[in-house]
């Protein structure tokens, strides 16, 4: 499974990482489709370099041509004056896999919980932090899942 490959070599690079999205609220227990895994890391350059670092040791590469230090460095601007709010990263041999970095959330702000999935052990963030981040989007995708996850509370 392509989610426990992304922790798992995330986990080997030791970045604290955070399943976001739809797969968060899909392991939350509400019914939800979706393709692309969204994780948070800790807003450092240590942070965007391991985890490039662990997405490119399982064969993806970056969408844009920068690099972890750069993100770092001008992540203000990506978000600020690009409206980048996630650093993506595909497959180019499978373009379903996809991974994208949040940039405008900071794991050591949020708060987490470890699940088990099948043999592994995965963090996904809390549910309340989930639903003030979905809140925060606004789209018609994340307000249902809003509905979803009151309703698991």
């Known amino acids: 499974m392509f989610l426990i490959e992304v922790c798992k070599a995330l986990k080997a690079k030791r970045v604290s990482y955070a399943v976001v999205g739809g797969y968060a609220v899909a392991l939350h227990g509400a019914v ?41 460095l001008f992540r203000e601007e990506y978000i600020s004056n690009r409206n980048l709010i996630a650093w993506s990263f595909v497959d180019q041999k499978d373009p379903t896999k996809v991974v994208d970095i949040i940039l405008t959330e900071d794991l050591s702000d949020l708060k987490t919980k470890v699940i088990p999935v099948g043999k592994e052990k995965l963090r996904i963030l809390d ?27």
Request: aromatic fraction near 2%; hydrophobic fraction near 40%; avoid cysteine.
């Open 127 to 153: 549910i309340d932090d989930l639903i003030r981040m979905k809140k925060k989007s606004g789209r018609k995708q994340d307000l249902e899942d809003i509905k979803a996850l009151e309703l698991l509370k």
């Open 32 to 72: 939800r489709g979706t393709v692309d895994i969204d994780i948070v890391v800790k807003i450092s350059e240590k942070s965007f370099i391991s985890a490039e670092a662990a997405l490119k040791s399982i064969g993806l590469t970056p969408r844009l041509p920068v690099t972890g230090k750069e993100v770092f």
